[in-house]
């Protein structure tokens, strides 16, 4: 069978909502992404506006200057152009931005079809509940557990039995119209369900009259029995939710029977709602208008029963959506296509057309702004500025309107639509946008499933244009400002925009005063990454310019090829170029084989005593400060040929690498360990094996500190070491701690080293593994209360954490310099539990994890970093503890022991198997190499891993902690660089002896997928791409909208001719474009005709010669050619070459050109998939309800030689390459197998599926000597499919098998690609040939975002690894409460595709597998035992084959 695993997480957001759902963050928002529940909070940075795009380009080339080859102090050495130079960034704007920061992320096993905001006062938490609805009618209500850093959830609730469902002959479920709303008092929530259902669950609120408080003052009564849930011993607890209860829509009123939309108005009493229906259904009201009704009801939740408050008939038919809009305006607007209504409470309409259609479409009275000329379906609309009335609409093109109310006393009088400028941001967003969520006064959560999500902002401008800008008193500090700081506590309409403020407060609002909407402009705060919707994917070589410096320097560190997608929609169309590692951007290389370790180091030089009178009030040069300064000195360890040990030093000037001679800096001392400075970096340490020496700002020495026991006379080894200003942290090989401090005179003017005294025996007699000094500068680790630490503000002495793993696992904490006893002790950290605490205790007998290394560090970027715990075991692999507070209400203890505790985060990523050393290389002792604290790379505050699987742990504010490899061999040396040339980047030497000075590109994102990405934005719909691989170029199909009009010179219709419209339709029109992977833009473009639109591009193998019978790479070209419903529609074929040209002047990448090489004209249907076929270079190009066997003529012609008849419309043509066997996909009915041959050329029909399924996608999958067809439908479903003509069952083959059926839930893969896996094969196993062909595996893509693999397992992995499933689908939690299993199996209206053969089986999921790592030591290893392994790292050893892009490292 096959194992099924997601590789990214979704991307397109589907819904986002605003609530108080953490204690203490402030306003949290929860954004869905189909099956991802994200939580963030948001944060008020001080941001730099971007500097225009000419000056970051100039600044980029000035820094990828080329340089010598050598380390030396001569010519030949390094350049300056790489260590220095003039250019100087352009001072940009100061700004606030508005950031998102991640809090939780859960993985759900279900479709998220809406969510609700649920204000209860009786949670556990105290904060708001999120009610999720999920597909097919279930809702799950959570809250937060700040003792587990998770969701709980608090009940579920399923609609699904046949006695809700109506009629029998009504559809299933999933073919309704399902979405949750909720009224905004909380005190109910409703889902509408099925044709016309309405489920109705009622919440508890700790007063009984929510903001009526003043209309009964009489005494409320006490809650009884039924309001409570009895509790086991007589303790009665109350859930926040009374029982639900289905209402049918036609038993409120008769007349609702097709309900279009509803939502719960404000400003009622009692929970009441809005609802738009019609009594005709869609496909009945053709040639009618004016047949929609609003009606309002009201509810009362303790009798069930409801009220009709208003109803409005003679509504237009164009209407979809119900908007409630709070006070001051009240009331509803129903946005249409073509209009917008406004109906107050008392039942007044006011209305506006928005194009010229509107007339036709409707009599209803409406106010004429038709000159806009908008198109309203796939709007959202916001409140923007609500004491004005003022609203925000986003159009489904991304541009921006601003819609305003005339309030006359509390009466709405009317309604007025204005576009925002685009000189004003009005087309900032660049596609459609589903959810508009308020994030504060200025800022607004833009989600879209067609693009990037975006925090946008607003601020005011004053009389003189100018944009009106908070200030800070002190411009020296940095803003780094939480939401909350900027808000007050309510934020249901987010307090009142022009009410009193505090002066601190009004410093900060960026919009008051009293500016109208008119008055604002826009511009993007944040985004979140998106690869939605993926169209197609393709791989490619990765390319540059010939004999460019920057080919010669990347060899070694980029892929051998790379994976490209196309994404997006509209003007977010873009390409994504994905790697499985990131391929850093080297500035330049050298060979140094004699590197072992690198440490760069920027010290101030000493003061001399003639400055230093003045320093206090004088100003001294920038040589003796070091705020700003480049890294001066780089201190290199080497080990020779013969495994002698010194260490060097280098200076980093403008001449390059300078070895230094003449200082005190003594090479031959021995091997250094670690470097670093401390004093406030006056002082550079350098950590030898035998002793300490420290070196002032001139590398004068002027101390050492040998490592001789006095005691005992022994003089232990130095194994690690840790810097944390003014501490030095000392490992030895007698696991020994040595704490040095760096204590200066009473003039601050020098720093002397001593050791720190240690009056604990457990120190001294413990056995120390591996340890760290962490610096606490956001207080997490402050023995204060939890809810009174100052936020970042701790004492310069006493913010120095030393973290200690002992011999026997367990954790110590201590705050320096105080050594007397630990401040935090955890004794069971090596069974690595999921949640660690001071009390935790393991089961005896449980067997631990074996770690070489702890780290505690801050992971992030510049908007926002936090510490996090990180383990190393043997192997490599890492795990991530991220600390926080939490104290029990009950209980009174407030120190660091009863409230900090360490979560464990998820972390599926195994490290790589170490390099096997060449047979004639002397072998040496393997060196331990420590992981490296990275404080800025590229403005990430990042760890990185060092050895054979050489590793960044990345991290972004929106995203986890990410494990993303570095490309090339095994690192054996590294440190950060920073210089003038090389801004913010790293240095390294490789297992070959090779050492490059490198960047992380900037322009790749890595934390939020867990691989390199990059998105080339294109513009245009880009639907689909082919490589051509011997021009090393990319052919994109793409589709952009442009005005349709009828054809001029049809015949039949002569008035065509005559006809003027002013608001006309839109169409698409393809465009071929050639792109260039050297600079990603695009160097030839291609316009095909009016209406007509590319569907399928691929490169073939095809003849061009029937006389020498010669071959060629050429691309095949589908399209269809769509000129409305009174033309049929036809299509083309074209086959176009590229040939090579002179390129432009400074554009040398533009020496390629498409070449038409043919043509074919296709009168009856439209081109939909192209593929090879045979082994003599023809094509099987499924044309209309036909597939054609078509090959190309030197007179530019496309011969059919066999054809096949199909049933509806080819969705997808493949191939077994060479071999014959197609495969073909219906949208309507199924799939065929058939059988091509070319002596005589035919195609014969060997299988088919059943022919009710609507198929996607369909393509071949083979294992070993079996050949399965795998099948996705429109529902998600993944079919497994075998012909096997000697089954009995299938009639000799007529009837496809039908193995297994899986559910990828909203991820429907639309495209896939089959490629090989590539296995580390040792030597030796190649020498005895005991290895067998790598196997194949289906890359997929969906619309959501994620890509996702299905690969082949043997018989006994499939066995195992589907026991372990089952066992950890049992084990684990599952957040919201829902069940896996179930959610992986295929739905019950799903028909079956063909003959049952599966035995029950079912494909193994891959997402289950990944959360093995959640588990405990201990339970791993008892987890393993029931699924048939011998111990948890032989399931590590099976896992790290079929997980993530295992076999695909060449990506």
Same mark, same amino acid.
């Given at each position: 069978?096959q ?8 991307t397109?957001?589907t819904?986002?909502i605003?609530?108080q759902f953490v ?9 869905a ?5 994200q ?7 001080s941001?730099?506006?971007e ?20 380390l ?5 050495g ?10 100087? *960034? ?11 920061v991640?809090?939780h992320e ?10 609700? $905001? ?25 809250? &937060?557990d ?34 949750l ?10 889902l ?13 609120q700790?007063d ?6 003043? &209309?009964?003052?009489?005494p409320k009564?006490?809650?009884g029995l ?21 209402? $049918? ?12 939309h ?11 709602f ?6 005709t ?5 053709l ?7 609003? !009606?309002?009801?009201t ?10 408050l ?32 406004h109906?107050?409470?008392a ?16 009599s ?23 004491d004005?009335?003022?609203f925000?609409?986003v159009l489904?093109?991304g541009?921006?309107?601003l819609l305003?109310?005339?309030?006359d ?23 459609r ?16 499933e067609e ?11 004053l ?17 780094d400002l939480?939401?909350e ?24 609002v ?28 393709t ?16 060899a070694g560190?980029?892929?051998?090829l790379q ?6 929609r509209?003007?977010?169309?873009s ?17 140094f084989p ?82 670093? =400075? ?10 030898l094996k ?18 001789l026991?006095?005691?005992t ?8 070491? /840790? ?9 030895r ?5 040595f ?14 080293l001593e ?12 056995? &120390? ?15 204060s209360?939890v ?19 002992s011999a026997?696992?367990a954790?110590?904490?201590?705050r ?5 006893k630990?401040?935090?002790v955890?004794k ?6 999921p949640?660690?605490?001071a ?11 074996k ?20 383990l ?10 991220q ?11 407030s120190?660091?022991?009863?409230t ?25 002792a ?9 404080a ?5 505050s990042?760890?990185?891993?060092p ?25 054996q ?16 030497a490789? /297992?070959?002896?090779?050492?490059r ?10 934390a939020?997928?867990?691989l ?43 008035? &065509? ?5 002013a ?21 030839d473009s291609v ?7 590319v ?16 071959r060629?790479q050429l691309?095949a070209? *589908? ?8 033309? +049929? ?38 081109? =939909? ?6 082994r003599?270079g023809l ?5 209309g309800q036909?597939c ?11 011969? +059919?030689?066999?054809f096949?008849d !199909? ?7 493949k ?17 065929w197998f ?7 050329y035919? !195609? ?38 075998q012909?096997? +003509?000697e ?9 496809l098998?039908?193995r ?5 839930g909203?991820h429907?893969?639309t495209?896939? $690609? ?7 094969v040792?030597?030796?196993l190649?020498r ?9 595996l289906?890359l ?10 299905l690969r082949?397992? /043997? ?11 089952s ?9 919201a ?5 179930a ?15 599966g ?8 997402s ?8 405990g ?8 035992g ?7 790292d ?12 295992a ?5």
């Amino acid at each position: 069978m096959q194992c099924y695993t997601e590789l990214t997480p979704p991307t397109a957001v589907t819904h986002s909502i605003t609530l108080q759902f953490v204690p203490g963050q402030g306003t949290n928002l929860a954004v869905a992404k189909s099956s991802l529940l994200q939580i963030f909070k948001t944060k008020v940075v001080s941001a730099e506006l971007e500097a225009p795009a000419s000056t970051l380009h100039s600044n980029a080339s000035k820094s990828a200057a080329k340089y010598g080859s050598r380390l030396s102090n001569d010519d030949d050495g390094l350049e300056a152009s790489f260590l220095g130079g003039d250019n100087m *960034g352009q001072k940009a704007d100061r700004a606030h931005s508005t950031k998102l920061v991640l809090l939780h992320e859960a993985s759900l096993p279900g479709i998220i079809t809406g969510l609700a $905001r649920i204000k209860s006062r009786i949670t556990s938490s105290g904060a708001d509940a999120l009610l999720v609805a999920f597909k097919d009618a279930r809702l799950s209500l959570v809250e &937060w557990d700040a003792r587990r850093q998770a969701l709980t959830t608090v009940s579920i609730h399923y609609y699904e039995q046949d006695e809700l469902q109506g009629a029998p002959w009504a559809s299933n479920l999933g073919n309704y119209a399902n979405f949750l709303v909720a009224d905004p008092g909380s005190r109910c929530a409703a889902l509408k369900f099925g044709p016309r259902n309405l489920a109705i669950l009622p919440f508890r609120q700790a007063d009984e009259d929510i903001d009526m408080g003043d &209309w009964d003052d009489a005494p409320k009564p006490s809650r009884g029995l039924s309001d409570a849930v009895i509790d086991g011993a007589n303790s009665i607890e109350e859930t926040p939710y009374s029982p639900s209860f289905v209402l $049918r829509l036609s038993n409120l009123d008769p007349t609702l029977l097709h309900p279009v939309h509803l939502a719960f108005l404000y400003q009622y009493r009692e929970p009441t709602f809005g609802i738009l229906s019609s009594t005709t259904s869609a496909s009945n009201s053709l040639g009618r208008k004016d047949h929609f009704t609003y !009606m309002v009801f009201t509810l009362d939740l303790q009798q069930k029963a409801s009220t009709t408050l208003l109803s409005i008939g003679g509504l237009p038919q164009d209407l979809f959506r119900v908007v409630p809009l709070p006070a001051p305006v009240g009331g509803a607007l129903l946005v249409g296509a073509n209009e917008l209504i406004h109906i107050d409470q008392a039942g007044k309409a006011n209305g506006v057309a928005v194009n010229p259609m509107t007339k036709h479409a409707t009599s209803f009275t409406l106010v004429d702004q038709s000159e806009l000329n908008l198109r309203l379906e796939g709007s959202t609309i916001e409140v923007l500025l609500p004491d004005l009335g003022e609203f925000l609409i986003v159009l489904h093109d991304g541009r921006m309107a601003l819609l305003s109310f005339r309030i006359d006393g509390r009466t709405v009088s009317g309604l007025e639509i204005k576009m925002i400028s685009q000189e004003a941001g009005g087309s900032i967003i660049p596609c459609r946008a589903v959810s508009l969520s308020r994030l504060g006064r200025s800022a607004m959560f833009v989600g879209s499933e067609e693009g990037d999500s975006l925090v946008i902002g607003w601020s005011s401008l004053l009389k003189n244009g100018a944009r009106k800008r908070s200030r800070i008193a002190d411009v020296g500090i940095e803003l780094d400002l939480e939401d909350e700081d900027l808000e007050e506590e309510d934020d249901d309409d987010d307090d009142d925009l022009y009410g009193e403020d505090t002066p601190a407060k009004q410093q900060l609002v960026t919009t008051s005063g009293v500016a109208s909407g008119g008055d604002l402009t826009f511009r993007v705060h944040d985004r979140l990454i998106s690869i939605a919707p993926i169209h197609r994917i393709t791989y490619g070589q990765p390319d540059w310019v010939a004999d460019s410096e920057e080919a010669r320097n990347s060899a070694g560190v980029s892929s051998n090829l790379q994976l490209v997608c196309a994404v997006g929609r509209g003007k977010a169309g873009s390409l994504a170029v994905m790697n499985v590692e990131m391929q850093p951007k080297v500035i330049g290389k050298f060979d140094f084989p004699e590197a072992r370790g690198l440490w760069t180091v920027c010290a101030k030089q000493p003061i001399p005593k003639s400055l230093q009178g003045d320093k206090e009030g004088g100003t001294i040069s920038n040589d003796y400060d070091t705020p700003g300064q480049y890294d001066k000195f780089m201190i290199v360890a080497k080990v020779d040929l013969d495994g002698y040990e010194t260490s060097d030093v280098y200076a980093l000037t403008a001449a390059g690498f300078e070895s230094l001679t003449g200082t005190e800096f003594e090479p031959a001392a021995g091997f250094t360990v670690e470097a670093g =400075t401390l004093g406030k970096d006056s002082r550079i340490i350098q950590v030898l094996k035998s002793e300490v020496r420290c070196y002032d700002g001139n590398l004068g020495l002027s101390q050492i500190i040998p490592m001789l026991d006095e005691n005992t006379g022994a003089e232990p080894r130095v194994l690690s070491a /840790s810097f944390a200003d003014p501490y030095l942290l000392l490992i030895r090989d007698d696991s020994s701690v040595f704490v040095i401090f760096a204590r200066v005179d009473k003039n601050n003017a020098e720093y002397e080293l001593e050791e720190l005294e240690n009056d604990d025996q457990t120190l001294g007699a413990t056995k &120390w593994l591996t340890g760290c000094l962490y610096t606490d500068t956001d207080g997490i680790f402050d023995e204060s209360d939890v809810k009174k630490r100052a936020n970042g503000v701790q004492k310069p002495e006493g913010n120095i954490l030393m973290f200690l793993l002992s011999a026997d696992g367990a954790l110590y904490i201590y705050r320096l310099p105080d050594l007397s006893k630990p401040l935090y002790v955890a004794k069971d950290l090596s069974y690595i539990p999921p949640g660690l605490s001071a009390d935790f205790t393991a089961r005896k007998g449980t067997p631990k994890e074996k770690i070489a290394q702890l780290l505690v560090a801050d992971l992030g970027d510049t908007a926002h970093k936090a510490p996090y715990l990180i383990l190393r075991h043997e192997n490599d692999d890492l795990t991530f503890y991220q600390p926080f507070r939490f104290r029990a209400s009950s209980s009174s203890n407030s120190g660091l022991s009863d409230t900090l505790f360490f979560h464990k985060l998820p972390n599926s990523s195994f490290a790589k198997p170490a390099e096997e050393a060449p047979e004639d290389d002397t072998p040496h002792a393997p060196r331990f190499l420590s992981m490296r604290r990275c404080a800025n790379v590229s403005g990430y505050s990042t760890v990185f891993l060092p050895g054979s699987s050489p590793s960044f742990v990345i991290k972004s504010s929106k995203s986890l902690p990410k494990v993303v490899g570095l490309q090339g061999s095994g690192v054996q040396a590294m440190s950060s660089f920073h210089t003038e040339g090389c801004e913010h980047g790293f240095i390294y030497a490789d /297992s070959h002896g090779i050492a490059r000075v490198t960047q992380i590109p900037t322009d790749c994102s890595y934390a939020e997928l867990g691989l390199s990405t990059k998105k080339v934005p294109i513009g245009v719909d880009v639907d689909t791409i082919s490589y051509h691989p011997p021009s090393k170029s990319y052919v994109a199909g793409c589709n952009k909208e442009e005005p349709f009009e009828l054809p001029k010179d049809d015949d039949y219709h002569k008035e &065509w001719a005559r006809e003027i419209l002013a608001f006309k339709p839109m169409a698409e029109r393809g465009v071929l474009n050639l792109i260039s992977p050297v600079t990603w833009s695009i160097i030839d473009s291609v316009e095909l005709e009016q209406s007509e639109t590319v569907l399928c591009v691929e490169t073939l193998n095809l003849e061009v010669s029937e006389s020498t019978n010669e071959r060629k790479q050429l691309v095949a070209v *589908g399209t269809a050619l769509c000129k409305g419903e009174d033309h +049929p529609t036809r299509g083309h074929v074209y086959v176009y070459d590229v040939v090579d040209v002179i390129p432009e002047p400074g554009r040398p990448e533009t020496n390629r050109k498409l070449k038409l090489v043919a043509k074919e004209d296709i009168p009856r249907g439209a081109v =939909t998939a192209i593929s090879e076929v045979g082994r003599q270079g023809l094509m099987l190009v499924a044309q209309g309800q036909k597939c054609m066997v078509r090959g190309l003529k030197e007179d530019g012609t496309l011969l +059919p030689v066999a054809f096949m008849d !199909m049933s509806c419309h080819v969705t997808s043509v493949k191939e077994v390459p060479g071999t014959g066997l197609c495969l073909m996909s219906d949208a309507f009915k199924g799939v065929w197998f058939t059988g091509y041959t070319e002596e005589p050329y035919k !195609m014969m029909l060997l299988g088919k599926s059943c022919t009710r399924m609507e198929v996607l996608n369909a393509d071949f999958l083979p294992d070993g000597k079996e050949l399965f067809i795998v099948a996705s439908d429109a529902e998600g479903h993944i079919h497994i499919l075998q012909f096997d +003509p000697e089954h009995p069952k299938s009639l000799q083959g007529h009837l496809l098998l039908h193995r297994t059926s899986f559910n990828t839930g909203a991820h429907l893969p639309t495209s896939s $690609r089959l490629l090989p896996i590539a296995r580390d094969v040792s030597p030796s196993l190649v020498r005895a040939n005991n290895y067998e062909p790598a196997p194949q595996l289906l890359l997929f893509a969906s619309p959501t975002g994620v890509l996702s693999t299905l690969r082949p397992l /043997s018989e006994s992995s499939y066995r195992r690894l589907s026991s372990l499933a089952s066992q950890l689908a049992t084990t684990l939690p599952h957040a919201a409460g829902l069940n896996p299993k179930a959610y992986r199996m295929p739905s019950a209206h799903c028909p079956l595709p063909g003959v049952d053969a599966g035995l029950g089986r079912n494909i193994v999921d891959g997402s289950m597998l990944q959360r093995f790592t959640e588990l405990g030591t201990g339970r791993r290893g008892e987890i393993a035992g029931r699924a048939g392994y011998n111990g948890a790292d032989e399931v590590r050893g099976e896992l790290e084959t079929i997980l993530g892009w295992a076999g695909l490292r060449y990506l």
